[in-house]
């Protein structure tokens, strides 16, 4: 079976940028997304397209296909006081957006009362390699269609 537009598939992956090793997949656990609903970044889906189990390439994601380019503007000051606990610089936090949605930002640095924060994505700018293995692909079912995602083993128990 060929990577199609609303199948379910399974990939291995080593993600690295200027050589070095940023993220992977777990050794028996990989990725698993639905092909075709902007689950994974563009310039990656476009590549798998096609494909079928067994199949390895290596994809190189340029910065408009990955996390986008870099923005200067997404760079702001915030108030100290607008943080609960100790801030640690380079750690991740996360911010609600006036429509509800959360917004990952990156403190880059403490001066008394300012905090700098960076709302771009970690790699945003950056030049993407990966190495990807096709592992399994299947046909979505309705649910996972209708919500838009694949579904793993115990995903929505609680519902």
């Known amino acids: 079976m060929h990577i199609t ?9 080593v993600l690295k940028v200027d050589g070095e090793v940023v993220d992977a997949s777990e050794p028996g656990e990989p990725l698993t997304y639905l092909h075709g609903h902007s689950n994974i970044i563009p310039g990656l889906e476009r590549a798998l397209e096609g494909k079928r189990p067994g199949d390895s390439l290596h994809v190189t994601v340029q910065p408009e296909d ?70 399994a692909v299947r046909d979505a079912t309705t649910e996972e269609l209708e919500h838009g995602h694949a579904h793993t083993p115990g995903m929505h128990e609680d519902e």
């Open 5 to 13: 537009q609303d199948k379910v598939v399974e990939i291995d992956y």
């Open 66 to 135: 990955g996390y986008g380019e870099r923005d200067e503007g997404n760079v702001e000051a915030l108030n100290r006081e607008d943080f609960e606990d100790d801030i640690e610089v380079g750690a991740t936090y996360y911010a609600q957006a006036e429509d509800g949605s959360v917004l990952p930002f990156t403190v880059l640095s403490v001066d008394g009362e300012t905090v700098q924060v960076d709302f771009n994505a970690p790699l945003a700018g950056k030049v993407l390699d990966f190495d990807v293995t096709v592992r």
